[in-house]
């Protein structure tokens, strides 16, 4: 590579929970700039989660976690060519990638499902990733699929 690698920038942990995951979440929640929005979303969302499941002893925190565990990919496919054919080769997701992709898929996912507020979507997405069902946990076992079908170009690893 000609340019030195960038700096990892710090994110400072959100006011509520103290907590460095939640404010990660929080910067792929929001749209231009409006964090107080995406915070706002975010915590009535957990509300939400909580009033949904009451008799799981567990935080809405705690549930939330569990569910980006539940749709966090180990393996990815990657492109490559090798003489004129394309291969889908399978590769290991670095950790803070898998917790990026994790991220997105849930509020993509939560984007896309019908209900009246995104707190409400995001809380119906976040316990259906806690019960593991819902699109992004298909969307994790569709790659999980994918990388196993072409295990035979592991070889081909870069």
Request: proline share 4%; aromatic share 8%.
């Amino acid at each position: 590579m000609r340019k030195a690698k960038p700096k990892k920038r710090i994110v400072l942990p959100d006011p509520v929970f103290h907590d460095v995951k939640v404010s990660k979440f929080v910067n792929h929640l929001m749209y231009d700039g409006k964090k107080n929005t995406s915070y706002t979303i975010f915590y009535s969302a957990l509300d939400l989660v909580k009033a949904k499941m009451p008799n799981e002893e567990r935080t809405a925190l705690e549930i939330w976690k569990q569910a980006l565990d539940n749709i966090t990919p180990q393996v990815e496919v990657k492109s490559r060519r090798v003489g004129g054919a394309t291969f889908q080769v399978p590769t290991e997701i670095r950790p803070d990638r898998k917790e990026s992709i994790s991220m997105k898929n849930l509020i993509l996912y939560s984007r896309k499902r019908g209900g009246k507020t995104m707190a409400e979507k995001l809380a119906a997405e976040i316990v259906d990733a806690f019960n593991e069902q819902g699109g992004a946990f298909k969307r994790k076992e569709d790659m999980h699929k994918m990388a196993e079908a072409n295990r035979a170009f592991a070889h081909f690893r870069f």
